[in-house]
């Protein structure tokens, strides 16, 4: 395999020296793009996109094609671990995702099977390797699942929530049940990121989307202790560099201190919270990500410049930081926009690195 071109957003990961701040985006391909929603469409529909590997690769390789972005992630979703499970997953059009089979009853519940990775997951795997050709050493490839926690989230709501009160009724209600749930997922968890980096991945992402919305006890119970767990089962060294992992609590600035010792590289950031204030609470345990909101993408391009400017300002000199959004990009943000922020970053953070 060709060695890499620009390796910045690993160094930055690891906290090694690196001339300017790398960047990639939530979600960058995605909606906004016109490009995407015609491979979108000619797909037939989403989860189609995710199962097709010629197409995924496609779709990974669009943003980097309009910018010049320091990383490029696997196009997939964190609900192919549920969906492989045999839920019964569905994307419905301005709906979101559904599970067909809830995790409601203890007999269900007993019953959850580890996906085998290598045949149900296997079109992960095969557009991991297939986006590595493509991208032929340009920028490191980012393989990721979602949290057992936040994977809990759908598997037990059956789709999106705005209380979350099936899951939490179970959390309080009968917690042996969800930690069983959170216990299988969890090793369903560590074998498909094993699996991906096996299959080419450079560095790791979990999303804990949901994490934010335990009380502080449940979140040291039932989200954090799974998320080491999967630190700790991770292949640490591939093609013999690091692998570097990320875990991203959405909402989560209150635990930094707790979950910089959780075996992770790097936090990811929310944009509630100052990354000045952030590094000074987690030292040198670990680098941060974010934390640009993204809905700052819907001011002006002066605004979006000004913005960045201030957050690079806020994180201050040397490395252990790669920008990022908050969460992901809205599909009715402007491509231009998006442009203005990458050269934004790429120009005002080299002072800070010499
Ligand atoms: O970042 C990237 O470019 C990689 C691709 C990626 C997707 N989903 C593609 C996607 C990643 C990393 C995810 C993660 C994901 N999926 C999360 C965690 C991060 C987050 O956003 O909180 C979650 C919670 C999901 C589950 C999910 N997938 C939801 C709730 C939705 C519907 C919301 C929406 O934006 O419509 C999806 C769909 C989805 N996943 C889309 C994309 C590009 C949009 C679907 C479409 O094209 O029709």
Not at 75 to 94: E, Q
Not at 301 to 315: H, K, N, S, T
Request: aromatic share 8%; net charge negative; glycine share 10%.
């Amino acid at each position: 395999m060709s060695s890499l071109q620009n390796d910045t957003f690993l160094r930055a990961l690891m906290r090694e020296p690196v001339d300017y701040t790398p960047l990639w985006i939530m979600r960058q391909a995605g909606r906004y793009l016109p490009e995407y929603n015609a491979t979108r469409a000619q797909a037939g529909d989403f989860l189609a996109l995710c199962k097709n590997p010629n197409l995924a690769t496609e779709v990974t390789l669009q943003p980097l094609d309009r910018f010049p972005l320091d990383a490029a992630i696997l196009f997939s979703d964190i609900l192919t671990i549920p969906d492989a499970m045999g839920l019964g997953l569905r994307f419905t059009a301005g709906e979101g995702p559904k599970l067909d089979h809830p995790l409601r009853d203890e007999a269900s519940i007993k019953a959850l099977r580890l996906p085998d990775v290598n045949s149900d997951l296997r079109y992960v795997t095969d557009a991991v390797s297939q986006i590595r050709r493509s991208l032929n050493g340009r920028v490191p490839l980012i393989g990721f699942s979602g949290s057992p926690y936040t994977l809990a989230c759908y598997m037990i709501e059956g789709g999106g929530s705005d209380d979350f009160r099936h899951i939490k009724g179970m959390l309080y209600a009968r917690p042996d049940l969800l930690h069983h749930i959170l216990k299988v997922t969890t090793q369903a968890v560590i074998s498909y990121l094993n699996a991906q980096i096996q299959a080419g991945a450079q560095a790791v992402m979990v999303f804990d989307t949901w994490g934010g919305s335990l009380s502080h006890s449940a979140y040291h119970e039932f989200s954090l202790p799974y998320l080491s767990e999967i630190a700790h089962g991770l292949t640490r060294e591939s093609d013999g560099r690091i692998v570097p992992r990320i875990a991203f609590t959405k909402g989560g600035g209150l635990w930094l201190e707790s979950m910089a010792t959780a075996g992770y590289d790097a936090l990811g950031l929310d944009w509630a919270i100052d990354i000045g204030d952030a590094r000074k609470r987690v030292g040198d345990k670990v680098a941060l990500q974010g934390n640009f909101d993204p809905m700052a993408l819907f001011g002006s391009p002066d605004a979006i410049q000004q913005e960045a400017a201030r957050i690079l300002e806020r994180f201050g000199r040397g490395s252990g930081h790669v920008f990022n959004l908050g969460h992901g990009v809205s599909q009715h943000t402007n491509p231009d926009h998006v442009a203005a922020l990458v050269d934004a970053v790429h120009c005002f953070s080299k002072p800070y690195h010499v």
